[in-house]
């Protein structure tokens, strides 16, 4: 919907609105709340609102902490599962300097300047629609989170009735109150695992919509007394979550993938965002997947990408190319896991992306057969390189690339790194419960 001040106004009259939620995230993509009443609004909506930004991480130092929230009305939604009299709504927000300026450390900024990267190469749209995967764990009688998930009962378990599956409806009911257009739910390959597709649209509305939708499916999870996690491998030894990226560039309502005279029905321009992808993929990875959990989900042997390959062929490889045509013609990007912040995950790819099409890459031959079942000499011989197996060498690849740092932006860039790099010093010094296992009795 494109919503001016004015209906804005009208609107929370009408419906009897009494807060409002004017929401941003922090360079990892975590949403910030700044709840205001609807006396306020005006205000708001007029750009005077200010908040301190020193507490939001990757923001900025005490020294010049204030920042201007400027909410975007076209992000204007109603949380459906609150009170019916005496509503509460929100807007997402840009978040501006006190002298009129763009943040430079908010990510959402971060997707328009990548956006407008595309409009100057002659595209108009960049579409992106996410699969997002989650599982639903039981809390305990504290309310804490555990990870025994619902339905892991045995195969002839009749059960009751399944707890998931009625949150997982009651999910896709309120997104749909809040204006998505839901296309399929189902149940996931591991035991409480769920996704929920919603239709594809252009890059800012879609990152603004996987934050709602992690907010929307953890607080109605919540409310069936499940708790609902985007951690990417929560449980070793089945599947983690993912979340595919499914991108397209289109130019004045055609889609530019698409090329009907082309053996694969691709153009050129889609070979190239291919080429420019697998080019830079290892130097984003930090970004597509963020946390030191995240690499513990790209390993063999659980439908997640470790290669990187492309087929239109065989679904295991990092980008798959699915079978619709026509409008529908996409690349699929198989390692984004839902850790990441949107923004600058959808910024990374898109920069990817044109990146291979301003520099003419050339993709290699796709990869038709499984990847998994050849020999490292074999991989060596194609030419097919590996994701970083880690976090540190993630952030390693990161580090040293121009490319990601023009992307970023300095500010998001330095801050980026150095959150991410304690994040690992940390982790690496732990003593695990697997260290304790092997090792405490053997020696
Ligand atoms: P999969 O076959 O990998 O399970 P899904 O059907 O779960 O794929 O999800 C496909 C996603 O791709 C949906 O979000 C859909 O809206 C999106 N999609 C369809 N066409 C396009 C397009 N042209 N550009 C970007 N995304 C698209
Ligand atoms: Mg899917
Ligand atoms: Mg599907
Ligand atoms: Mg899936
Ligand atoms: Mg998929």
Not at 113 to 135: I, K, S
Request: proline share 6%; aromatic share 10%.
């Amino acid at each position: 919907p494109i919503y001016s001040k004015e209906d804005i106004l009208r609107i929370v009259k009408e419906q009897d609105v009494k807060f409002i939620r004017l929401q941003f995230t922090d360079i990892f993509g975590i949403l910030k709340n700044v709840a205001i009443t609807v006396e306020q609004l005006e205000k708001a909506l007029d750009n005077k609102c200010m908040f301190d930004g020193s507490s939001i991480e990757g923001f900025v130092r005490i020294e010049e902490s204030d920042m201007y929230l400027r909410p975007d009305t076209n992000t204007f939604a109603i949380f459906p599962w609150r009170p019916q009299t005496g509503k509460v709504a929100r807007l997402i927000c840009d978040v501006y300097n006190p002298d009129g300026t763009p943040f430079l450390g908010d990510p959402r900024h971060t997707l328009k300047r990548a956006l407008q990267r595309a409009t100057e190469m002659g595209y108009d749209t960049f579409n992106v629609g996410p699969e997002c995967e989650f599982f639903l764990f039981l809390t305990d009688n504290e309310g804490n989170p555990t990870t025994v998930t619902h339905d892991n009962g045995g195969y002839f378990d009749l059960g009751p009735v399944d707890l998931g599956e009625n949150a997982r409806r009651d999910m896709c009911m309120a997104l749909e109150e809040m204006g998505f257009e839901i296309e399929a739910s189902h149940h996931e390959v591991a035991p409480g695992q769920h996704e929920i597709d919603f239709k594809y649209g252009d890059a800012l509305s879609t990152a603004d919509a996987i934050l709602t939708f992690k907010l929307v499916v953890k607080t109605i999870a919540q409310r069936h007394g499940l708790h609902a996690t985007f951690m990417p491998k929560p449980i070793f030894g089945i599947n983690g979550s993912g979340m595919h990226i499914n991108t397209s560039l289109f130019k004045d309502g055609n889609n530019m993938f698409y090329d009907e005279k082309d053996p694969l029905q691709l153009s050129q321009d889609a070979y190239w965002f291919i080429g420019g992808i697998m080019k830079n993929m290892r130097s984003i990875a930090a970004i597509t997947n963020p946390i030191v959990n995240s690499y513990k989900r790209l390993v063999p042997g659980y439908e997640a990408p470790v290669y990187i390959a492309w087929s239109a062929r065989n679904r295991s490889p990092l980008i798959r190319v699915p079978a619709a045509r026509g409008a529908s013609t996409r690349l699929e990007l198989r390692c984004p896991d839902p850790a990441c912040n949107p923004y600058l995950a959808l910024s990374a790819i898109l920069m990817a992306g044109l990146d291979g099409i301003q520099n003419k890459i050339q993709p290699p031959a796709s990869t038709d057969k499984n990847i998994f079942n050849m020999t490292p000499e074999q991989r060596e011989e194609e030419g097919i390189n590996a994701l970083p197996k880690n976090l540190d060498e993630a952030i390693e690849e990161l580090e040293k690339s121009s490319f990601v740092k023009d992307v970023l932006g300095a500010h998001i860039f330095e801050k980026y790194i150095e959150a991410k790099r304690e994040e690992w010093d940390e982790y690496k010094a732990k003593v695990s419960k697997w260290e304790i296992e092997q090792y405490l009795t053997k020696y």
